[in-house]
C-alpha cells in the first residue's frame, strides 16, 4: 500500500463549504436554516460535513451529530435524534439536558434513551408523538439560547418514517433562532418511490432551506487528492487513468490509489472497494466480514462475542483494518467501517450459510446481554437479525416484541411495519400464537391502530377489514364494534360516505350499559353533532356521561362535557358552552389531563368571539397556546387554539395579524382537519382582501369543489368562501346557485359566526343577484328568512346578522361598531347607503358612505373600498367629510364617464345575462383574453367594480336593448 489512504489535504469543495458557511451565518443572525446536501456514495459528503463541523466548532458553535442506519428502515425509529440526545447527556448529563425542558418534559425523552427515568403514561397516540417531537423543537430552541447549534444528521435516505417526520417539522418550526441543519443523502439512491422524495419535495418549499448539490471531483482536483495520499505529485498518465476509472469519486479514488502501480483496474465498483479489504490478512478479513453482518458500527463486546476472539486476539485481528482506515475506532468502544459502501461490499461476500449463521449468532448475543447495543436498540436490532437468519419462528417472535417497543416510543409506521412482518411469518410458524400470546386477529386490531396514528388510512382499513372478517359479532360484538368505530375514522379521515352508518352498527352491537357502549357513544354523539344532529347527538352523549359517572371515570366524563358544550354550541347556546367548558376544565386541572384543559380552552375562545367578547378571546387563545407549548401539545391542540384565535382577529379586522397566525400555524403540520380550518381563515381574509387565486387555491386544497362535506362547520365554510370567490369574480349568477344550494341542504345551524353568518351572506346574495335573476332572487329571499326564524338569537353577534337578513343595515352597522368589527360594520354602512341611494336618498347614501370608506381602507379592504367609491360616484358625491365649497348639490349623470363601443356593448349585455368569459367569446367568436379586457374597460366608464354591478348599471342606464 502507498502513502495514505485518505488525502490530508482537503480538495476541491470550496463552493460548498462557502454556502454552508453562509448559511451558518444566516443562522447566527437569528435566522434557522436547513441544507439538504445530497450526492452520489461515496462523493465525499461526511468530508465536507467534517470539515465544516470542525470550523464552525472553532468559530463556537455546537455541533450535534447524528445519522441514520440502513437498519432504520425496519423499525429502529429516531435513530439520529437518540444519538444526539446521546451526545448531549455524555457533554453535560441527563439532569441539565432535562433541566432546559419544560416541567415533566423529559419523561417523553425517556421513550428514546432510560437516562430520563420512566416514560411519561400518556398513551394517546394522536398527541404523545407531538408532544415528543416539540419537547425536541424545545430542547434545540433552548440550546440555542447559550450559543449557536449545528445539528448534522447523516444518511436520511436511511431515515425511519417517524425521524422523517421530525425533521420536517423541525425545517417548518425553527425559526428565528440560530440553528443550521445540515441533512446529507445519497441522490443516486433516490428512485421514484423512495419515501425521501416528497419529502425532500415539501422541504424544497419552506423558507430557508437551501438544496446543495456535491458534484464529483474534476481531473485537476483528483490529481490534488492524489497528491495528498501519496506524498509526492502523481505522474500525469496516471492521473488521467485513475480519474477515468474513478469518474471522480473521491472514495473510488482512495481505492484505486491504494490498488498501487502494480495493480490492474478492477471490472466492477464492488472489486474496486473490496479490493482494499482483500490486501488484509485473512484473519482481519474474516472478522471484517462478522463485523459487516452487525451493521455499521459494531461494539468491541457484541464483536468479540460473536466471533468468539479474546479481547486481544479481536484487537489483532483488526489492528490491520483500522491502519488501512477500513475501520475506524468510534465512541463507546466500538468500530465504524469508514464508509457504509465498504461495509456493503463486505457484506455481500457473505456466502448464503455464513449470512444465516452471523445474523443468529448476533441475535443470540443481543438476547444474552443487551446492554452490548445502544440503549433502545436491543428489541429492533434482534428482531433485524432473526428475519435476516431466516428463523422464521424467532424473527415473528422479536418482530411482535420490537412491534411493542416502537409503539412506546410513538412510532406508529415501524411499529405497524413490524406488525405486517409478524402477519407476513403467521402462516410458516404453527403455534405463532401461543408464542406471542395473542392471536391473529389481535396483531391485525393492533396493526390498525398503528396505521390510524400514523395517518397509513388505507393499509389500515384492509387491517380493520381482516380482523372483522376473523370475528363473530354474536360472540365478540365489543370487540367488534370497536374496530367498526375504527373504520368510521378512517372513512372520515379519507372523507369517504358511510362513517355514520358505521357509528350505528357499532352502537347496536353493544346495547348494554357499560364502558364499551360508552366509548361507541363517545364517537356517535359527536359526529351527529358535528353533522348537525345536535339532538340527538346530545342524548346519547348524555346517556354515556351517566355511564362515565357510573364508573368514575373523570377523563372520559370532561371529554363527554366537552362533547355536550359542542351540541350547545352549535344550537347557539353560547352561555351554556362556555359554563360546561369550564366543568370540563376544572376536572381536566383535577386529574392533570393537559389535552382536556387545552380542549376546553380552544372551544372557550371560539365561544368567545361567537358573542362578540373577540379582543378577550385572544387573550385567552394567547393564554392557552402558552399551555399548548407548556404541556408539549401546541402541534395538535395549539395550533387549534390558534386557528379559533385567527378567527378572532379577523373578527376584528386584524387581518395582517389573522393572516400571519394562521401561516404560522400551518408550519406546525397540524392535524388534516386543523389545516383546512387554518387555509379556510386564510381564504376569509383574502376575500377581504380581494386574492382570488389565493381563495380559489383553498377552495381546491379543501376539496370544496369536488368533495361533499359530511359535517356543518366544514360545508358552511365552504359555501362562505365559494359565495365570496364569485363576487369577487363579478359572478352573480354562480354566487346565486351556491346560495340556492346551501337553502336546499338545510344545515344552516344557530351558531352565529356559522349560521347567522351564512344567512346575512346569502341575504346579500340575492340583493346583488336581483338585477341579472330577478326571480330566482326573489324566490330566495323568502326561504332565507323562513330559515332565519328558526334560528336562535342568544349574543349581539347573532343580533347583527338577523338585522342583516331582515335588511336593517344601519341598525347592524350599530352592532358591529359597539363589537369593534370595522370591516362587518363597513360593510353594512354601504348596504345601508345602497338602500337609501334607492330610496332617494342620496346626503343619507354619502353619510353612511363617508363613514365607511376610511375604514375599509385602513383594512386594506379593496373590494370593499372599491364599492364604496364606485358608489360614491355614480350618486356624485364626495368621500371626504366635508364637500368642497361649491360643489354640486344635484346628482350627476349617471352615463359613461365614455361611450361604450359597439363591441362592448355587445359584451355587457351578454355579461348582463350572467355570461362567463369564455360563454361570452365562443357566442361572438372572440378569444376570452380579448372578452376580458372589454370586460375591463366597460368597468372602467361605468365606474363600477363588479360584473354585478355593471349588469344593474346596464339595465338602469338602458345601455343594452
Request: aromatic share 4%; glycine share 8%; charged share 25%.
Amino acid at each position: 500500500m502507498m502513502g495514505r489512504t485518505v488525502s490530508p489535504v482537503f480538495v476541491g469543495r470550496q463552493a460548498e463549504l462557502a454556502a454552508l458557511t453562509e448559511a451558518f451565518a444566516q443562522a447566527c443572525e437569528g435566522t434557522a436554516a436547513t441544507v439538504l446536501l445530497g450526492g452520489e456514495a461515496g462523493v465525499g459528503k461526511t468530508r465536507l460535513t467534517g470539515s465544516f463541523a470542525e470550523r464552525v466548532t472553532r468559530d463556537g458553535a455546537h455541533v450535534l451529530l447524528g445519522g441514520c442506519v440502513e437498519l432504520s428502515a425496519e423499525g429502529l425509529a429516531y435513530a439520529p435524534f437518540t444519538a444526539v440526545i446521546r451526545q448531549l447527556v455524555r457533554e453535560c448529563g441527563a439532569e441539565k439536558v432535562a433541566a432546559l425542558l419544560p416541567e415533566g418534559g423529559a419523561r417523553d425523552l425517556a421513550r428514546l434513551l432510560p437516562e430520563f427515568g420512566e416514560p411519561s403514561g400518556d398513551a394517546d397516540g394522536e398527541t404523545a408523538r407531538a408532544r415528543l417531537f416539540e419537547q425536541v423543537l424545545t430542547l434545540l430552541e433552548r440550546l440555542a439560547e447559550r450559543r449557536p447549534v449545528v445539528l448534522v444528521i447523516e444518511d436520511i435516505h436511511w431515515a425511519d418514517r417517524s425521524s422523517r417526520d421530525l425533521i420536517a417539522f423541525l425545517s417548518r418550526n425553527l425559526r428565528a433562532i440560530p440553528v443550521l441543519m445540515v441533512l446529507t443523502y445519497r441522490s443516486d439512491e433516490l428512485h421514484r418511490q423512495h419515501p425521501l422524495r416528497p419529502v425532500l419535495a415539501e422541504l424544497g418549499r419552506v423558507e430557508g432551506v437551501l438544496r446543495l448539490d456535491l458534484p464529483r471531483l474534476t481531473q485537476d482536483e483528483v490529481a490534488a487528492q492524489m497528491a495528498g495520499i501519496l506524498g509526492t505529485t502523481p505522474e500525469f498518465a496516471q492521473v488521467g487513468k485513475v480519474f477515468e476509472r474513478s469518474e471522480g469519486i473521491p472514495l473510488f479514488v482512495e481505492a484505486l490509489v491504494e490498488c498501487g502501480g502494480e495493480c490492474s483496474f478492477p471490472d466492477s465498483l464492488h472489486d474496486l472497494i473490496i479490493g482494499s479489504v482483500e490486501q488484509l490478512p485473512d484473519e482481519t478479513q474474516r472478522v471484517l466480514r462478522i463485523a459487516a453482518a452487525g451493521g455499521n458500527r459494531v461494539g468491541h463486546a457484541l464483536l468479540a462475542a460473536v466471533s468468539g476472539l479474546s479481547d486481544i486476539d479481536l484487537e489483532d485481528a483488526l489492528r490491520p483494518a483500522v491502519a488501512a482506515n477500513v475501520l475506524q475506532i468510534a465512541d463507546g468502544r466500538a468500530y465504524a467501517f469508514r464508509h457504509a459502501l465498504i461495509r456493503e461490499a463486505v457484506h455481500d461476500e457473505l456466502l448464503p450459510g455464513e449470512h444465516m449463521r452471523l445474523h443468529a449468532r448476533f441475535a443470540e448475543e443481543i438476547s444474552r446481554d443487551r446492554t452490548m447495543v445502544p440503549p433502545g436498540r436491543a428489541a429492533v436490532e434482534i428482531a433485524h437479525h432473526w428475519y435476516s437468519a431466516r428463523d422464521d419462528k424467532w424473527a415473528l417472535i422479536s418482530a411482535w416484541e420490537a412491534a411493542g417497543k416502537a409503539a412506546k416510543s410513538f412510532a406508529y409506521n415501524e411499529e405497524m411495519q413490524l406488525l405486517e412482518r409478524v402477519l407476513q411469518l403467521w402462516g410458516k410458524v404453527p403455534d405463532a400464537a401461543e408464542l406471542i400470546g395473542a392471536d391473529h386477529t389481535t396483531v391485525l386490531e393492533q396493526a390498525s391502530a398503528a396505521a390510524n396514528a400514523c395517518g397509513e388510512l388505507e393499509r389500515g382499513t384492509k387491517f380493520v377489514k381482516a380482523a372483522l372478517s376473523e370475528l363473530d359479532e354474536g360472540t365478540e360484538p365489543a370487540r367488534v364494534a370497536e374496530l367498526v368505530v375504527r373504520l368510521s375514522q378512517f372513512k372520515t379521515a379519507k372523507r369517504k360516505p358511510g362513517a355514520l352508518d358505521d357509528l350505528r352498527y357499532a352502537e347496536r352491537l353493544v346495547p348494554g350499559p357499560g364502558p364499551h357502549r360508552a366509548a361507541v357513544l363517545t364517537r356517535l354523539g359527536s359526529h351527529l353533532m358535528f353533522g348537525g344532529e345536535v339532538a340527538e347527538g346530545t342524548a346519547l352523549t348524555e346517556e354515556a356521561l351517566g355511564i362515565a359517572r357510573e364508573h368514575g371515570d373523570e377523563g372520559l366524563e370532561a371529554d363527554l362535557l366537552l362533547n355536550l358544550a359542542l351540541g350547545h354550541s352549535i344550537a347557539g347556546r353560547m352561555n351554556e358552552t362556555i359554563t360546561v367548558n369550564m366543568t370540563a376544565k376544572t376536572i381536566g386541572e383535577r386529574v392533570g389531563s393537559g389535552r382536556v384543559v387545552l380542549r376546553s380552552i380552544a372551544n372557550t375562545v371560539d365561544a368567545l368571539n361567537n358573542m362578540g367578547r373577540s379582543a378577550e378571546a385572544v387573550e385567552m387563545a394567547l393564554e392557552g397556546e402558552r399551555l399548548a407549548r407548556e404541556y408539549g401539545r401546541y402541534r395538535t391542540q395549539g395550533t387549534f387554539i390558534a386557528n379559533n384565535r385567527a378567527e378572532a382577529l379577523e373578527a376584528l379586522g386584524r387581518f395582517d395579524e389573522a393572516a400571519r397566525v394562521a401561516e404560522q400555524g400551518l408550519t406546525m403540520d397540524p392535524t388534516l382537519r386543523t389545516r383546512h380550518h387554518l387555509r379556510r381563515i386564510r381564504a376569509d381574509v383574502a376575500i377581504a382582501r380581494g386574492e382570488t387565486d389565493l381563495v380559489a387555491s383553498v377552495l381546491n386544497e379543501v376539496g370544496a369543489f369536488s368533495t361533499q362535506e359530511e359535517f356543518t362547520q366544514e360545508l358552511t365554510a365552504n359555501i362562505r368562501l365559494r359565495v365570496g370567490l364569485h363576487l369577487l369574480n363579478g359572478e352573480p349568477l354562480a354566487a346565486l346557485e351556491v346560495a340556492e344550494e346551501a337553502v336546499r341542504a338545510a344545515l344552516i345551524t344557530s351558531k352565529p359566526m356559522l349560521g347567522w353568518r351564512t344567512l346575512a351572506l346569502l341575504a346579500g346574495v340575492c340583493e346583488v343577484a336581483e338585477p341579472v335573476a330577478p326571480e330566482r332572487a326573489a324566490a330566495l329571499r323568502p326561504q332565507v328568512e323562513k330559515a332565519a326564524t328558526s334560528l336562535t338569537v342568544d349574543s349581539p353577534v347573532s343580533e347583527a346578522y338577523r338585522f342583516s337578513v331582515n335588511r336593517d343595515h344601519d341598525a347592524a352597522a350599530a352592532v358591529w361598531e359597539k363589537l369593534d368589527r370595522p370591516f362587518l360594520r363597513a360593510k353594512s354602512l354601504l348596504q345601508a347607503a345602497r338602500a337609501a341611494a334607492s330610496a332617494g336618498d342620496r346626503e343619507g347614501a354619502a353619510v353612511r358612505l363617508r363613514a365607511a370608506h376610511p375604514a375599509a381602507a385602513a383594512l386594506g379592504a379593496r373590494p370593499l373600498t372599491t364599492e364604496i367609491e364606485s358608489l360614491a360616484r355614480r350618486l356624485g358625491v364626495t368621500l371626504d367629510r366635508e364637500p368642497a365649497a361649491g360643489a354640486a348639490s344635484s346628482p350627476a349623470a349617471d352615463a359613461p364617464a365614455a361611450p361604450l363601443t359597439p363591441r362592448e356593448q355587445e359584451v355587457l349585455r351578454l355579461v348582463a345575462q350572467g355570461r362567463s368569459n369564455r360563454e361570452i367569446a365562443a357566442e361572438l367568436f372572440i378569444s376570452a383574453k380579448t372578452v376580458s379586457v372589454h370586460v375591463s374597460n366597460i368597468l372602467a366608464k361605468l365606474g363600477v367594480a363588479t360584473r354585478g354591478e355593471a349588469a344593474a348599471a346596464a339595465h338602469r342606464l338602458a345601455l343594452i336593448g
